[in-house]
């Protein structure tokens, strides 16, 4: 996906140089950045959950990893919680 965005000049130029430095493009460097910055928020985010929202969470990406065709009786399933 293509999209333009505006940058100052000044944030451009630092940008160029740090490029530079890491031998890396401009979009490679900013693509970098960005991913870097979701990561910080996203443990930003997490280490402010409460203990419940924390299970939540942990159930609901085992859930998405759960095979949705594979598909267990009532009696499997009282099996277990027995």
């Given at each position: 996906?293509?999209?333009?965005?505006?940058?100052?000049?000044?944030?451009l130029?630092k940008?160029?140089?740090?490029?530079?430095?890491?031998?890396?493009?401009?979009?490679?460097?900013?693509?970098?950045?960005?991913?870097f910055y979701?990561?910080?928020?996203?443990?930003?985010?997490?280490?402010?959950?409460?203990?419940?929202?924390?299970?939540?969470?942990?159930?609901?990406?085992?859930?998405?990893q759960?095979?949705?065709?594979?598909?267990?009786?009532?009696?499997?399933?009282?099996?277990?919680?027995?």
């Amino acid at each position: 996906m293509r999209k333009n965005i505006d940058i100052d000049e000044s944030v451009l130029t630092k940008v160029k140089i740090l490029s530079a430095f890491e031998d890396l493009s401009v979009k490679a460097l900013l693509e970098k950045a960005v991913s870097f910055y979701v990561e910080y928020k996203e443990n930003e985010r997490l280490k402010a959950l409460t203990n419940e929202e924390k299970e939540d969470l942990g159930l609901l990406l085992l859930m998405q990893q759960a095979d949705r065709n594979d598909i267990a009786t009532r009696e499997e399933v009282m099996n277990i919680l027995d």
